[in-house]
């Protein structure tokens, strides 16, 4: 099993990617939703935890993960076979999900073996009050001024040993 990370600037995560190879996590890395996607649809039960970003390409990281875990509603039930009759997510949301997913099923199929990942938001972005439809989600805040705090990739490697992805 693997931890995916996804960050567009992979030096915001080299600290975490070495702390967790260390443990013995293997790690995949994803630059854009391009890359997660395709890594989550070519071998989606490969994973059991998703660390991403809050700011990656057009979504940010609360909705990214928000449509991994299946959160609005019964979104597979009213989605046409083009994503454009979506009721309970913005249409935002619906543009992304037709460029990724060419029908309901993909993304149904995605839905499936992504609901029950361990997420972690990994970031340096403020995130203020705006935490709902976050529970249950690891949340540490990036340290980039000082090259030797290492207490954010403590805590998140701790984590994972906790939900045991990691010995």
Do not use: C
Not at 128 to 145: A, C, M, R, S
């Amino acid at each position: 099993m693997a931890i995916l990370i996804i960050d567009d600037e992979e030096w915001n995560i080299s600290k975490l990617e070495e702390k967790l190879r260390e443990e013995g996590a293997t790690i995949e890395y994803a630059s854009t939703l391009d890359n997660l996607f395709e890594y989550l649809l070519i071998e989606p039960e490969r994973y059991e935890a998703i660390i991403t970003d809050y700011n990656i390409d057009r979504l940010d990281g609360k909705r990214l993960i928000s449509i991994l875990r299946g959160r609005f509603g019964d979104l597979e039930v009213k989605i046409d076979t083009s994503f454009e009759e979506i009721e309970e997510v913005d249409q935002e949301i619906a543009s992304v999900l037709k460029d990724y997913f060419e029908t309901p099923q993909e993304y149904n199929r995605l839905l499936q073996t992504t609901r029950n990942l361990t997420y972690v938001l990994f970031s340096s972005a403020s995130y203020g009050n705006n935490l709902e439809d976050l529970e249950g989600v690891f949340i540490e805040l990036k340290n980039n001024n000082d090259p030797k705090d290492y207490r954010a990739e403590t805590n998140i490697t701790n984590h994972l040993k906790e939900k045991d992805i990691i010995n």
